[in-house]
């Protein structure tokens, strides 16, 4: 597979918005997923999100629900992360990741592919 792109990081305050986007290269199947994480400074790694391509069923981290919205754009091979009421501790790098056999679209180890990441910085 091909790496997935990470854009749109960014800095802005307590409050603000921003929109992440993941170009990839995953065809839509069973399991195909594309998923969501982020890593603080000196934290583990930790999921945001998943969609499955295919059928369009999206899941989300508890700490993220209510204020963050996975999307996609199927004909541009493009998944996004709208992120509204960010808070300073959403600073974090986030990551986008691919994965064709995944069960449990927050269960990093099921993805085999990662972006670069994308820096999202949130002061108060």
């Known amino acids: 597979q091909v790496q997935p792109v990470e854009s749109g990081g960014g800095s802005v305050q307590a409050g603000g918005s921003l929109r992440l986007s993941c170009a990839h290269s995953?065809?839509?199947?069973?399991?195909?997923?594309i998923g969501w994480f982020r890593q603080a400074p000196g934290k583990r790694r930790e999921a945001v999100g998943g969609i499955f391509i295919g059928d369009n069923k999206i899941h989300y981290s508890d700490s993220v629900k209510g204020r963050f919205t996975i999307s996609q754009d199927s004909a541009k091979r493009t998944v996004y992360l709208q992120m509204n009421n960010l808070k300073p501790e959403d600073t974090a790098m986030y990551y986008c990741a691919a994965g064709t056999y995944v069960a449990d679209a927050l269960y990093e180890g099921e993805y085999s592919v990662w972006g670069q990441g994308t820096q999202v910085t949130v002061s108060s």
């Open positions: 995953v065809d839509p199947g069973r399991g195909k997923c």
